[in-house]
């Protein structure tokens, strides 16, 4: 089974300071993404990486940038957190070609960030 | 702008009858179409999807239709079930190693 895991599943910062949300796949996949997902918004892409150092902009990435040092693992960095990025914070992988359903991500359970 | 709508914000439905949950599209170069199901404090998990070349798709309860010349596509459960009760997203994506494009979400309650 793949496995996508987030390093905190609740996480309460204080606005001003440096977030860093972790991401790591088990199942050796080349696309990597971030997403926010907010009451009445649905999911917004924030950043995807197709490739190690690679990463593209997704839909809203303004505040946040990422880091994908190792294939396995993609960060999400708040560089100074504020309110308006208290959230549900989820990850996915995906790889770059499957046999089974065409593009399908494969998500993890999410981080609820909280910006006081 | 939008480019995968989900019109309804919620919906409700009596166990044992029908859901179906709608979804529409604008951008004609979507080429594959997937279901997600999300309940609170967990990550999405893939339910069905759908390759343009077909028109319907199913397995077990769950049915998805696709109508291309309208740009719609809806997500059938029969029956359904308490357990069903989740957020439901629909997504498509198009030809290549592209991102999936989200709809906002419908919320189905299953009244048992």
């Known amino acids: 089974d793949v496995k996508v895991t987030q390093s905190s599943r609740y996480l309460v910062k204080r606005t001003g300071e440096k977030v860093f949300l972790e991401c790591v796949q088990d199942?050796?996949?080349?696309?990597m993404f971030w997403y926010r997902q907010d009451p009445g918004l649905g999911l917004r892409l924030i950043y995807f990486?197709?490739?190690?150092?690679?990463?593209e902009k997704g839909d809203i990435p303004e505040g946040y940038s990422v880091s994908r040092e190792k294939k396995e693992r993609f960060s999400l960095i708040l560089e100074s957190a504020s309110t308006n990025q208290t959230s549900m914070y989820l990850c996915?992988?995906?790889?770059?070609?499957?046999?089974?359903?065409?593009?399908?991500?494969?998500f993890g359970p999410g981080t609820r960030l909280t910006v006081l | 702008d939008q480019q995968v709508k989900q019109n309804s914000p919620s919906l409700s439905v009596q166990e044992g009858r029908i859901s179906i949950l709608n979804c529409d599209y604008t951008?004609?170069?979507?080429?594959?179409f997937l279901w997600y199901k999300k309940y609170p404090a967990e990550g999405p998990t893939f339910l069905i999807s759908?390759?343009?070349?077909?028109d319907k798709n199913e397995d077990g309860r769950f049915t998805v239709f696709l109508n291309k010349s309208a740009k719609h596509l809806s997500l059938h459960i029969v029956p359904s079930q308490p357990g069903d009760s989740a957020v439901y997203f629909c997504?498509?994506?198009?030809?290549?190693?592209?991102?999936?494009?989200f709809g906002k979400g419908t919320r189905l309650s299953v009244i048992a």
């Open positions: 996915a992988s995906s790889p770059l070609m499957s046999s089974g359903p065409y593009n399908e991500q494969f």
């Open positions: 199942m050796d996949h080349e696309n």
């Open positions: 990486s197709y490739d190690v150092k690679m990463k």
């Open positions: 951008n004609s170069m979507f080429d594959y």
């Open positions: 759908i390759s343009s070349i077909k």
């Open positions: 997504a498509a994506s198009e030809v290549g190693n592209t991102p999936l494009v």
